[in-house]
């Protein structure tokens, strides 16, 4: 029962940072990866969020998320592994212009020092939509990254735009 109590409260102290996130991402599921005694498990996250500046593309991405005591209280900081997957899910329309490295997605991984990020860029050559998730520290950042690519296809009869227009 109070393992319960425990991971009830815990649920809701990570899931207020992402609800005041401007773009909460949805989660899709949670899978332990270690038991812990009376406190939250270990666990790896996935998580969805659709490109606010392009329709049509929708990214997954699954980060781990520390159970235990300081888990528990909100103050762990998690590790840097991350994984990204994006995908056209529907006709791609660009809502405005954007640079290179724009930060589509942006949330807290411990109490001040670490973020996990995602930004956007496009290779001209290929009309390919390029996303990388990395974490970063206020100090010192991570190398740990996962990069996905989405090439922009003719959806239905609507023609191909070319993201190479969207640059500012």
Known sequence: MLRKILAAAFALMVSIPMALAADSPDLIFKKSTVWKFLTPDHKLATYAIDDPLIEGVACHFTVPE????????????????????????????????????????????????????????????RNTLVYVIYSDKLIEGSPKNSTSTVPVMPWGTQEAPKCADWLD
């Open 66 to 125: 520390k159970g235990g005591l300081s888990g528990m209280f909100g103050v762990a900081e998690e590790v840097s592994d991350v994984s990204l997957a994006c995908r056209q899910v529907g006709p791609i329309t660009f809502k405005e212009k954007f640079e290179q490295g724009d930060e589509m997605f942006r949330t807290r991984r411990s109490l001040i020092f670490k973020k996990t990020r995602i930004v956007r860029g496009c290779d001209t050559k």
